[in-house]
């Protein structure tokens, strides 16, 4: 059997959201769809661990930790550059102000990610499969 581990979330249906992220041609993988004009599809059975850094799992942080996480997934896998990185912290931040999370808060988030935010999108960190028999 072969498996990654590191995800607590598993998305149970499709999602799509228009982000301000816009590669210069369509991406695609097995879970994640990207194109050109920003609109981000996540598939059914993508999985995520969900916030990161000096905060906790909360309702208004779901969606967005599963739209950051694909964005770093697909720069991890050399999908979209890495130049996106702060861009996709700052689309972050704009989905947690509008589910109403407080300014403090989010600041504190996101100056985290900027400051040590890098080896998520860093290739060298893609998630390994690890067998067992």
Same mark, same amino acid.
Do not use: C
């Given at each position: 059997?072969?498996?990654?581990? *590191?995800? #607590?979330?598993?998305?149970?249906? %499709?999602? %799509?959201? /228009?982000?301000? $992220? #816009?590669?210069?041609?369509? $991406?695609?993988?097995?879970?994640? $769809?990207? !194109?050109?004009?920003?609109?981000?599809?996540?598939?059914?059975?993508?999985?995520? @661990? *969900?916030?990161?850094?000096?905060?906790? /799992?909360? /309702? !208004?942080?779901?969606?967005?930790?599963?739209?950051? @996480?694909?964005?770093?997934?697909?720069?991890?896998?050399?999908?979209?550059?890495?130049?996106? =990185? $702060?861009?996709? !912290?700052?689309?972050? @931040?704009?989905?947690? %102000?509008?589910?109403?999370?407080?300014?403090? =808060? =989010?600041?504190?988030?996101?100056?985290?990610? !900027?400051?040590? *935010? *890098?080896?998520?999108? @860093?290739?060298?960190?893609?998630?390994?499969?690890?067998?067992?028999?």
């Amino acid at each position: 059997m072969k498996y990654r581990k *590191g995800y #607590k979330y598993q998305l149970a249906e %499709e999602f %799509e959201i /228009d982000t301000p $992220i #816009k590669p210069p041609t369509h $991406i695609v993988t097995e879970y994640i $769809i990207l !194109n050109h004009s920003g609109k981000m599809t996540i598939k059914k059975g993508y999985a995520w @661990d *969900g916030a990161s850094g000096p905060t906790v /799992d909360s /309702d !208004n942080t779901m969606t967005p930790s599963l739209v950051h @996480d694909a964005f770093a997934q697909l720069m991890r896998e050399k999908q979209l550059h890495r130049s996106w =990185r $702060i861009p996709s !912290n700052e689309f972050l @931040d704009e989905m947690l %102000e509008e589910r109403g999370m407080g300014h403090s =808060r =989010r600041f504190i988030w996101l100056k985290a990610l !900027n400051e040590f *935010g *890098g080896p998520s999108t @860093d290739p060298r960190n893609v998630k390994k499969v690890l067998e067992v028999v």
